[in-house]
């Protein structure tokens, strides 16, 4: 079975230029999750999707980030425009259920480069 | 709130000593969950691990061994005659159980490095 996949794996922008990531989670996961990981850090989740429906996006800086999760299966995270702090490592991953007991699967990342 | 201390930072070994990682946890709840996670050079979490709070048992797969213990709040991990393989930053992290703004905390990690 395929895990979750997520692209571009690396990209180098320029600050305030826009950029997006894509991820595909595991089939029939219902549950989607973006985390931020800086360097020497956990992942800290940004947004979390229970099928279509944005459930918890507390921890997304609203004024330049937003995600989509169109049909409830693959999911864009955008941000623009993208500042120098905003380079680090996002994380998509994905659970089966809707329950916080389900375990979360993750996607090798896209490290983000803001020069 | 939920907290995971992970306190070291980085552990060098030679192949084939044992070698333990510690993770203590703070959390107001009763029930919730403990993981644990490898994140690899190649960057992808995998995990490892997944205990609830009611079952303390040790749990032993192959070379790697999690000793929970709920009295010094520590869910530490263990791998028996390292491998080079092994090397990489290693996660713990927490959830509670219920309701429906759970979210999973992290630990800052510990990177192993196992030398041959």
């Known amino acids: 079975e395929a895990g979750v996949v997520q692209s571009p794996r690396y990209k180098i922008i320029e600050k305030k230029q826009p950029v997006a990531f894509w991820c595909n989670p595991i089939?029939?996961?219902?549950?989607l999750y973006w985390y931020l990981q800086n360097l020497g850090q956990g992942p800290e989740l940004l947004i979390r999707?229970?099928?279509?429906?944005?459930?918890?996006d507390s921890q997304l800086p609203k004024d330049r980030f937003s995600a989509e999760r169109l049909k409830g299966v693959d999911s864009t995270l955008k941000i623009q425009p993208a500042e120098l702090g905003d380079s680090a490592v996002y994380l998509c991953?994905?659970?089966?259920?809707?329950?916080?007991?389900?375990?979360?699967?993750f996607g090798p990342g896209t490290r983000l480069t803001v020069l | 709130a939920q907290k995971v201390t992970q306190a070291q930072t980085e552990i060098s070994v030679v192949e084939k000593e044992d070698v333990t990682l510690d993770c203590v946890y703070e959390?107001?709840?009763?029930?919730?969950?403990l993981f644990w996670y490898k994140q690899p050079p190649s960057g992808e979490l995998v995990f490892l691990i997944r205990?609830?709070?009611?079952?303390?048992q040790n749990e032993i797969s192959g070379r790697y061994s999690w000793n929970f213990q709920k009295s010094t709040s520590s869910f530490n991990f263990t791998i028996t005659a390292s491998q080079v393989v092994d090397s990489a930053v290693y996660f713990c992290?927490?959830?509670?159980?219920?309701?429906?703004?759970?979210?999973?905390?992290f630990g800052k990690g510990t990177l192993l490095t196992v030398n041959p």
């Open positions: 999707y229970e099928n279509e429906e944005a459930v918890d």
């Open positions: 205990r609830n709070s009611f079952d303390e």
């Open positions: 089939s029939g996961h219902n549950t």
């Open positions: 992290a927490l959830n509670f159980i219920g309701g429906s703004n759970y979210k999973l905390t």
């Open positions: 959390t107001r709840d009763t029930t919730y969950y």
């Open positions: 991953a994905s659970s089966l259920g809707v329950d916080s007991t389900d375990t979360q699967y």
